[in-house]
Every structure is written in C-alpha cells, then in structure tokens.
Antibody, heavy 114, light 112 residues
Framework: EVQLVESGGGLVQPGSSLKLSCVAS????????MHWIRQAPKKGLEWIAL????????YYADSVKGRFTISRDNSKNTLYLEMNSLRSEDTAMYYC???????WGQGTLVTVSS | DVVLTQTPPTLSATIGQSVSISCRSS???????????LNWLLQRPGQPPQLLIY???RLESGVPNRFSGSGSGTDFTLKISGVEAEDLGVYYC?????????FGGGTKLELK
C-alpha cells in the first residue's frame, strides 16, 4: 500500500523556521519526482515546490522562492521542506505528492501567528 | 507562469445529472515529447485530493468510468456522466507540462 506521511507542522511565530518531512512507503521513492503543495484555510491548492527523483532539478513557486528549500534523501525514502522567514500567509495544510499527483499524504498543518 | 482558469466556480447538480467542468490554460500544454500533462483531481471535504484523470483523458485505476476527460492545447473538459453523491467536492485541474506546476482555482460541485 502506498503511503506518504507528512510531519513537522505546528504553530510558529512570524519570521521563524520550520522543517517538514514526508516519509514514503509502498512504492519506489527514488524513481519519482516529488512535490509539496499547500492549501490555505478555505482556499484552493497551491503548488509550491518540485524535486526530481535524483535531486538534479528543483523548482519553486514565486511565493516561496528564496525562503523555502526542497530536498530529499532517497536512502531514507524521505522528502523535506525547509521553510524560513515564515509569514502569516504561509499558514496552510502542507501536502507532499508524487507520481503525477496520484499519491498524496494526509498533510501537516503549519500555522504562522504571533 | 501558466494560468489555469476553471469554470464554473460552483456547479449545482442533482443525482444522475451529467455535468462538465472547463479548464482553460494561458499556454498550450502540449509538451515537446508529444504528451499533454493535464490532470483532474477531486478533493472531498476533509480529505487530500484524489487523482481522477491524467494525460487529459486517461482514467486513473479505480476511478469510475462515469468520469471522462477531453481536450487539447489550451482547452480541457472534465465530464461526469451521472453524478453520484460521492462525487461532491472540489475539482481541480493541474498542469505538469511547464515549470512551475500550476493548479486551477477549483470547481465546487454541490447538490441542488
């Protein structure tokens, strides 16, 4: 069974940092590109980052470029999102996804508030 | 960046009715390799999205065949032939032809 399990979310103050993780199982993690997508409360889906299967390419949405860093460790079947200089507008559920958006985790909630 | 415009934003339907959702792209989604990377997702309340259709018209495994996708270039359509109660939620198109990836704004399907 395919599973993506996100963790690392929580309540943080503006300007702080947070690192999210996404552990994959049930498929060959090292063969697939991985995405981070977020959804602000009562809003639509926003794609924020992509990393190729071999980490050779990374892409970011303009809204997070320069503040967020996507990475992966294929030996640990784990995807990461390092988030710096967090803002209130980064408050959202953060999902990892793969295989052309066929696989999704349940999400981890990040709340940025003072 | 590619902008995907979905219409209508809200759709009211009765059980058994057939409905269509449009997704228009600001650029052609035809990739240089000949594929068109346009997918459709459904997000039910409180759940992560679920893939319904990939490569414009290919049905994801396990998805009922009342769902179908069509289109090319910049204009795409998702059709539900006979809405069922479990189909209620928000539908999104998403493109993977160009970087950055982008989602449409969503279409909420409600019961009339």
């Amino acid at each position: 069974e395919v599973q993506l399990v996100e963790s690392g979310g929580g309540l943080v103050q503006p300007g702080s940092s947070l690192k999210l993780s996404c552990v994959a199982s049930g498929f060959t993690f090292s063969s697939y590109n991985m995405h981070w997508i977020r959804q602000a409360p009562k809003k639509g889906l926003e794609w924020i980052a992509l990393i190729y299967y071999d980490s050779s390419n990374k892409y970011y949405a303009d809204s997070v470029k320069g503040r967020f860093t996507i990475s992966r460790d294929n030996s640990k079947n784990t995807l990461y999102l390092e988030m710096n200089s967090l803002r209130s507008e980064d408050t959202a559920m953060y999902y990892c996804a793969s295989r052309g958006f066929a696989y999704w985790g349940q999400g981890t909630l990040v709340t940025v508030s003072s | 960046d590619v902008v995907l415009t979905q219409t209508p934003p809200t759709l009211s339907a009765t059980i058994g009715q057939s409905v269509s959702i449009s997704c228009r792209s600001s650029q052609s989604l035809l990739h240089s390799n000949g594929n068109t990377y346009l997918n459709w997702l459904l997000q039910r309340p409180g759940q992560p999205p679920q893939l319904l259709i990939y490569l414009v018209s290919r049905l994801e495994s396990g998805v009922p065949n009342r769902f179908s996708g069509s289109g090319s270039g910049t204009d795409f359509t998702l059709k539900i032939s006979g809405v069922e109660a479990e189909d209620l939620g928000v539908y999104y198109c998403v493109q993977s032809t160009h970087a950055p990836r982008t989602f449409g704004g969503g279409t909420k399907l409600e019961l009339k």
